[in-house]
């Protein structure tokens, strides 16, 4: 089998050949670029299994909208196909809450670094998952931003793996105590790429707005959040991934690439209307529009294309998995 480490699918295609696709044939270009993710994941739950030393915990690590959680479950999904049994666990139950959390030079609670999360429980929850098999996993209140005093206690059985995503999860603060990481294994997804215009001189989108466009449109549907509070936390975000995870990408054993090439046919245009609510006195039209101009360089394709079973269901919606 290939090594499949530190190598990922990359995608050639230019706005032109993009909008080509989506004229001539936009449900087979879902279909295509959705098969190549299943493929490109099937292959990693193999690779895992198949290694030299059986795996008992999996950090899966990548920064916003880079579709940890749906890729979690789809590794799920594959490691099922193969007998292997797994158990997904969320780090954002590990929060400490707006009260406890590091603030913001403007006094707001800081999400973003690493230490809004309990570190310590989170590493007594690794070493216990690599040495027993078993540990009590925190719950949080979303609602009211607050931990909840009750643990839900997850055991792996015989060969089952746990599969742990976070934007952090590959921070080594998680493992610096931990005895052994032997049957420890790291991935790191993100959007590794982004998408050139028609000369190929320039991107015409970077990857970081390929992945805010994809949380301009979640948050706006499920999240209650307008785009203008979306686009004014994005610098802030960024920082965040640049401080804290973006140093440890490359000690990650695996890394995905998880555009989906149609994407933009489908994020850029339901962004659009969400973009243009923004009025012209807020500080974040200049990009607004920015963003509103490239957007609307691409054909667009009915969202309904899209299989529910898809990582870009986790910002359009209608999938069918939890969120």
């Not at 270009?29 to 292959?43: Q, W």
């Not at 793996?161 to 931990?178: D, K, M, Q, S, W």
Request: aromatic residues 10%.
């Amino acid at each position: 089998m290939q090594n499949i480490t530190n190598s990922y699918r990359r995608y050639a295609l230019t706005l032109d050949q993009i909008n080509e696709y989506a004229k001539t044939d936009p449900r087979g270009f879902v279909l295509m670029a959705e098969e190549a993710y299943r493929t490109d994941i099937s292959d990693i739950a193999k690779s895992i299994l198949n290694s030299k030393n059986r795996c008992k915990v999996i950090m899966l690590a990548g920064p916003s909208a880079s579709g940890k959680t749906t890729t979690a479950h789809i590794l799920r999904e594959e490691f099922e196909k193969l007998g292997c049994g797994s158990e997904i666990i969320s780090m954002d139950n590990f929060y400490h809450g707006k009260d406890s959390c590091p603030k913001t030079p403007s006094g707001k609670p800081d999400f973003e670094t690493v230490h809004a999360l309990n570190i310590p429980l989170i590493e007594t929850c690794i070493s216990e998952l690599l040495e027993f098999g078993r540990c009590d996993i925190a719950q949080f209140d979303f609602a009211k931003s607050s931990p909840k005093q009750e643990t839900v206690r997850v055991n792996l059985g015989n060969d089952s793996i746990a599969v742990i995503e976070g934007i952090h999860a590959l921070n080594p603060l998680f493992t610096r105590h931990v005895r052994s990481t032997l049957g420890l294994k790291k991935i790191y997804i993100s959007v590794k790429q982004g998408i050139r215009g028609s000369n190929r001189s320039g991107y015409l989108l970077t990857a970081a707005e390929l992945r805010l466009f994809r949380r301009v449109v979640r948050d706006y549907k499920f999240r209650g959040s307008s785009a203008e509070h979306t686009l004014g936390m994005w610098d802030n975000v960024l920082f965040g991934e640049k401080k804290y995870i973006v140093p440890f990408k490359y000690s990650g054993d695996i890394t995905i690439n998880s555009i989906h090439i149609y994407e933009p046919c489908i994020t850029a245009a339901e962004a659009v209307p969400i973009l243009e609510e923004i009025s012209p006195e807020s500080e974040e039209y200049g990009y607004s529009r920015h963003l509103i101009e490239r957007a609307k360089q691409f054909v667009e394709i009915p969202e309904s294309y899209v299989p529910e079973d898809s990582l870009m269901r986790e910002f359009l919606g209608k999938g069918k998995y939890k969120y």
